[in-house]
């Protein structure tokens, strides 16, 4: 069975991002994987209910865990607080990812739903800090092995592993 991989969405030119513009990598493995039928592709901050375009968000006092334990929050430059649309955001991402068998992703950096390395230390002031937004946490937490758009080989060779492995989901 194909091995399928949860993609962001913007990452594969749907225009969600917060701007209202979308960051698709230009890659030719992602495009091969599309034609082979891998790509479960989802937005969690549109899922969990926010607006295109959207006011910018950043964490503040953590990162992504730190949200899903309460005790760090998502907020707006405007100071609304957005948690609750970026867990639940992540808890559709989950979803859609266990009906579809992932047990890999690859998401956009330093978003503050989709980072894996990195997220904007929640100043506003264009700084990023090491840590995982909302839903790569989650992920995470669940076993699934999340990269960036920057390790497209990396996620890559973990497909091929998983597939050659034979490990059941
Ligand atoms: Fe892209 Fe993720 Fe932001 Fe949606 S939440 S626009 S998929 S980075």
């Given at each position: 069975m194909v091995e399928r991989i949860l993609v962001s969405a913007c990452l594969v030119?749907?225009?969600v991002r917060y701007?209202?513009?979308?960051?698709?990598?230009?890659?030719?493995?992602?495009?091969?994987?599309?034609?082979?039928?891998?790509?479960?592709?989802?937005?969690?901050e549109?899922?969990?209910?926010?607006?295109?375009?959207?006011?910018?968000?950043e964490i503040v006092g953590g990162d992504g865990g730190d949200v899903l334990d309460g005790v760090a929050r998502?907020?707006?430059e405007g100071g609304e607080d957005v948690s609750e649309h970026f867990v639940r955001g992540a808890r559709l991402a989950l979803?859609?990812?266990?009906?579809?068998?992932?047990?890999?992703?690859?998401?956009?950096?330093?978003?503050?739903?989709?980072?894996?390395?990195?997220v904007y230390d929640g100043r506003f002031a264009g700084v990023r800090v090491p840590g995982h937004g909302v839903t790569t946490?989650?992920?995470?937490?669940?076993?699934?092995?999340?990269?960036?758009?920057?390790?497209?080989?990396?996620?890559?060779e973990c497909l091929r592993e998983l597939e050659g492995s034979g490990v059941p989901r």
């Amino acid at each position: 069975m194909v091995e399928r991989i949860l993609v962001s969405a913007c990452l594969v030119g749907r225009r969600v991002r917060y701007d209202g513009g979308a960051k698709a990598v230009g890659d030719e493995v992602v495009g091969r994987w599309r034609d082979e039928g891998r790509v479960v592709v989802f937005c969690p901050e549109v899922s969990g209910g926010l607006p295109v375009p959207r006011p910018a968000a950043e964490i503040v006092g953590g990162d992504g865990g730190d949200v899903l334990d309460g005790v760090a929050r998502v907020l707006t430059e405007g100071g609304e607080d957005v948690s609750e649309h970026f867990v639940r955001g992540a808890r559709l991402a989950l979803d859609a990812a266990r009906e579809a068998g992932v047990r890999v992703a690859l998401l956009k950096e330093s978003s503050p739903s989709c980072g894996s390395l990195r997220v904007y230390d929640g100043r506003f002031a264009g700084v990023r800090v090491p840590g995982h937004g909302v839903t790569t946490a989650l992920l995470r937490r669940a076993g699934v092995r999340v990269f960036s758009e920057d390790q497209v080989s990396g996620a890559a060779e973990c497909l091929r592993e998983l597939e050659g492995s034979g490990v059941p989901r």
